[in-house]
C-alpha cells in the first residue's frame, strides 16, 4: 500500500505545489542545469525568430506573416502527428536531430541570400522546436519534478531573452542580424554538452522498456503493471467527446486569443511606426516584440511566483473566465486596426505600453488554462484536454499567419495612400543595413 502510494505522489504533476513532498531523490545541479538549457534554447530560437521576422524578409515586400508560417506550421504538424510514433526512438537520436534541424535552419536563415531558402531554414527550425518540445517534455517524467520545473523556467526566460538579445545587438550594438543568428546557431552546441554531462535515467529507462520493464526500481512484475493499467491505458471515444465537450469554451477562447495575439505583432503593428521616435522604423518592430513578449513573461509567471509565496492567494486569484481575456486580446487587435488605418496616434509610447498589455493578456490567459485543465480529476482525460490546449494554439497561430498574408499588405497600401512619409508604413529595412 506504501509503495502504491508513493507511486501516485511521483507521477502526479500540478501547477501549485502539493501539499506532500515528492520522496523521490533529489537530482544532480547538472542535471537540473541540463532541463534548463533545453528549455532555454529550444525557446530561445522560435522566439528570435520572431523577433528577426522583419529582417529575414529585408528587401521585400513579402508579408511578415510568411514568417510565422513557416514557424508554427512545421510545429503544430509535429505536435500533431508525432505523439503517435515517438516513443519508439531513443532519446540520443532525437536530440542529435534537434541540433541538427535547429542549426541547419538557422545557418540557412543566416546565410541565404533568396527569401525563400530562408523561409525554408525557418521551417527546419520548427521541426527540431516542435521535437525538442516533446521529447524534453516527455523526458522529465523520468526525473524528479523539479526537472519539470527547470524546463519551464528555461523556455520563460528563453522567450524574454531572445528579444533582448536580438535587439541588444542589431540595434544597440549595430551587429548584423545573420551575425546576430549565427552565434545563436553556434550556441546550440550547448544542447549536446549538457545532454552529454546531465545524468541520463531516461536512457536506462528507454533500455528496461524494451526489455519487458518499465521501472527497475519498483519490485513488481510486467504483469502485474499491466493488470493494474490497461483498463485505463485508451479513452473511449465517448470519453474523449466528453472531455472535449467540457472545455470546449476554453478552447475557443484560447484560438481566438492567439489569432488575435499572432496578428497584433505579425500583421498589424507592423505598418506603424512614428517619425517623432527617437529610432528609425526598422527598430519600431524590435521594440514592440520585445516589450510584447516581456509582457507575456509577466503573465506567465504571476501564478507561480505567487503558488511559491502565497499558495492560498494564488488559488484565489486564478482566473476562470478565460473568454473575459480573449475579449480583452481581441479589443486590443480591434485598436491597433483603428490605428493603422486611420493613423491617430501620434506618438510610439502608447503602442509600446499597449503592446506590453496585449502580452500580459496572452500570459495570464496561458497559465490559467493550465490552472484549470490541472483540476481535472481523470489524469487520461486531463493528459487528453492538455493535449488539444497545444493544438489550440498552434490553430490560432497558423489562423493568424495566414490571415495576416492578407491583412498587412492591405493595411500597408491604405497606408501608402494617405501617409505624408511613406517610409512610416512598414517597420521593415529596405536598403542598408541596420543602424542607419
Not at 479513452?235 to 466528453?242: D, V
Amino acid at each position: 500500500m506504501a509503495d502504491e502510494t508513493t507511486e501516485r505522489e511521483t507521477t502526479e504533476m500540478e501547477l501549485f505545489p502539493a501539499k506532500e513532498e515528492n520522496h523521490q531523490a533529489k537530482e544532480k545541479p547538472v542535471t537540473i542545469l541540463a532541463f534548463y538549457i533545453f528549455g532555454f534554447l529550444i525557446y530561445a530560437i522560435y522566439s528570435l525568430i520572431i523577433s528577426g521576422a522583419q529582417d529575414i524578409l529585408a528587401g521585400t515586400f513579402v508579408p511578415t506573416s510568411a514568417v510565422l508560417v513557416a514557424n508554427v506550421g512545421p510545429y503544430f504538424v509535429i505536435t500533431v502527428v508525432a505523439p503517435y510514433f515517438i516513443q519508439k526512438i531513443a532519446y540520443f537520436p532525437r536530440v542529435m536531430a534537434i541540433f541538427f534541424l535547429e542549426a541547419t535552419g538557422l545557418i540557412m536563415v543566416a546565410t541565404a541570400k533568396r527569401v525563400g531558402v530562408r523561409l525554408l531554414g525557418v521551417s527546419l527550425s520548427s521541426f527540431g522546436f516542435g521535437l525538442g518540445e516533446l521529447s524534453f517534455i516527455a523526458m522529465t517524467s523520468f526525473y524528479h519534478d523539479t526537472a519539470v520545473s527547470a524546463f519551464s523556467a528555461g523556455t520563460g526566460t528563453g522567450i524574454s531573452l531572445a528579444p533582448l538579445y536580438y535587439t541588444a545587438m542589431t540595434t544597440w550594438a549595430c551587429v548584423s542580424p545573420p551575425v546576430t543568428i549565427s552565434i545563436m546557431a553556434v550556441s546550440l552546441v550547448l544542447l549536446l554538452i549538457f545532454y552529454g554531462l546531465m545524468e541520463r535515467k531516461h536512457s536506462q529507462s528507454w533500455q528496461s522498456t524494451a526489455n519487458g520493464i518499465t521501472h527497475k526500481d519498483i519490485q513488481y512484475s510486467p504483469i502485474e503493471e499491466q493488470e493494474t493499467d490497461i483498463g485505463d491505458e485508451h479513452l473511449t471515444w465517448k470519453e474523449k467527446c466528453s472531455a472535449i465537450k467540457s472545455v470546449l469554451p476554453i478552447i475557443a477562447s484560447i484560438i481566438s486569443a492567439w489569432i488575435a495575439e499572432y496578428l497584433i505583432i505579425q500583421s498589424v503593428i507592423t505598418t506603424i511606426a512614428f517619425p517623432s521616435a527617437p529610432f528609425p522604423p526598422r527598430d519600431h518592430y524590435q521594440y514592440y516584440i520585445f516589450v510584447f513578449l516581456f509582457g507575456e513573461l509577466f503573465g506567465r509567471s504571476y501564478l507561480i511566483v505567487l503558488s511559491y509565496l502565497m499558495p492560498n492567494v494564488a488559488r484565489k486569484l486564478t482566473i476562470r473566465r478565460i473568454w473575459f481575456l480573449a475579449v480583452a486580446e481581441i479589443g486590443i487587435l480591434l485598436f491597433f486596426l483603428m490605428a493603422a488605418w486611420y493613423r491617430f496616434l501620434s506618438d510610439v509610447s502608447i503602442v509600446l505600453v499597449l503592446a506590453f498589455i496585449g502580452g500580459l493578456v496572452i500570459g495570464v490567459m496561458y497559465v490559467n488554462m493550465l490552472a484549470i485543465y490541472s483540476e481535472i480529476e481523470e489524469p487520461k482525460s486531463r493528459e487528453f484536454v492538455l493535449g488539444y490546449a497545444s493544438a489550440a494554439t498552434g490553430a490560432g497561430a497558423i489562423t493568424a499567419g495566414l490571415l495576416g498574408l492578407l491583412i498587412e499588405p492591405w493595411l500597408r497600401r491604405h497606408c501608402l495612400s494617405v501617409a505624408a512619409n511613406s517610409s512610416f508604413c512598414f517597420t521593415r529595412l529596405q536598403g542598408g543595413g541596420v543602424c542607419k
